[in-house]
């Protein structure tokens, strides 16, 4: 079992950067594949980008792919997510989860979730 706690989060301007940092507590984190997803109000929970355990594999889902950066650290049980060029359509609640399985971009994957971070991007 993983334990997710996600932060960084805030309101940023459009063009701007943000890194949101999820903590992981549990032995199992660094056989875990990571992943980020977000959910806007009214919208499906959308995949942003996974990680394998190694950190050798990275997958990014096409509306951030040359924007973001997913890195993780077993060292620390961090992972991380550097987004730049945001846009107000980043606007939504990040979320951190972990997968025992595999990298993947479905949610049904991943067993473990944070409670989330709310990223606000203005015009």
Known sequence: QVQLVESGGGLVQAGGSLRLSCAASGRTFSSSAM???????????????????SAISTYYGDSVKGRATISRD????????????????????????????????????????GQGTQVTVSS
């Open 35 to 53: 992943g980020w997803f977000r959910q806007a109000p009214g919208k499906e929970r959308e995949f942003v980008a996974a990680i394998s355990w």
């Open 74 to 113: 077993n060292a620390k049980n961090m992972v991380y997510l550097q987004m730049n060029s945001l846009k107000p359509e980043d606007t939504a609640v990040y979320y951190c989860a972990a997968s025992r399985y595999r990298t993947s971009n479905e949610a049904s994957t991943y067993g473990n979730w």
